[in-house]
């Protein structure tokens, strides 16, 4: 301090705020908007180192289908552990770790709409009470197996059935007696 804080100044200082009402409050929170649009910018920067590296990690562009449109790529968890990750680590705390330590077969870029047909795939396998199987697609892509294949579950389920058919005439075929309504 330059200055001995006397009984004076503090006099002095308390006049000045009453003549200058607001000063402070004004130019507090000037302050703090600043410093707001500050560390907007650098937690913007940051974030975007982040996305460069995860970039340069796991593919510039879709592994599937190829698309390069930065707007539509996301780091995709391949295992689909994406919701617990972010529960675990927060919504950056996850990215900031897939880019520190390189994990390809937990992390791959994809575009937003592979990503999606993806994670139908997975839902759709899980829902039929079939385990979802990873495929490679694209170029070094993985997905699940159905991806982008509308007729896949149709088809499995009749393989599932034939076999089913299979097995009960199997173990009903010494008596000749074959149950109804196995299409059920
Ligand atoms: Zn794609």
Same mark, same amino acid.
């Given at each position: 301090m330059p200055y001995k804080m006397t009984e004076a100044r503090r006099e002095y200082n308390r006049l000045w705020r009453i003549?200058?009402?607001?000063? #402070? &409050?004004?130019?507090? %929170?000037?302050?703090?908007?600043?410093?707001?649009? #500050? &560390?907007?910018?650098?937690?913007?920067?940051?974030?975007?180192?982040?996305? /460069? *590296?995860?970039?340069?990690?796991?593919? *510039? %562009?879709?592994?599937?289908?190829?698309? %390069? /449109?930065?707007? %539509?790529?996301? *780091? /995709? #968890?391949?295992?689909? /552990?994406?919701?617990?990750?972010? &529960?675990?680590?927060? !919504? !950056?705390?996850? &990215?900031?770790?897939?880019a520190r330590n390189y994990q390809p077969d937990h992390f791959q870029t994809l575009c937003a709409s592979c990503n999606q047909s993806k994670n139908f795939a997975h839902r759709r396998a899980l829902k039929a009470g079939l385990t979802p199987k990873l495929r490679p697609f694209g170029n070094g892509g993985l997905a699940w197996e159905g991806f982008r294949d509308l007729g896949w579950l149709e088809r499995q389920m009749a393989t599932r059935n034939a076999d089913l058919r299979a097995r009960m005439d199997k173990l009903t075929r010494p008596n000749e007696s074959k149950p109804e309504n196995m299409d059920n």
């Open positions: 003549r200058n009402p607001g000063y #402070h &409050k004004q130019h507090s %929170s000037v302050w703090r908007k600043k410093n707001r649009l #500050h &560390k907007n910018e650098y937690n913007l920067a940051w974030r975007q180192g982040v996305t /460069d *590296t995860l970039r340069r990690l796991y593919g *510039t %562009s879709c592994r599937i289908c190829g698309l %390069s /449109d930065e707007a %539509s790529l996301i *780091t /995709d #968890h391949i295992r689909e /552990d994406g919701g617990k990750e972010r &529960k675990t680590y927060g !919504h !950056h705390g996850w &990215k900031s770790r897939a």
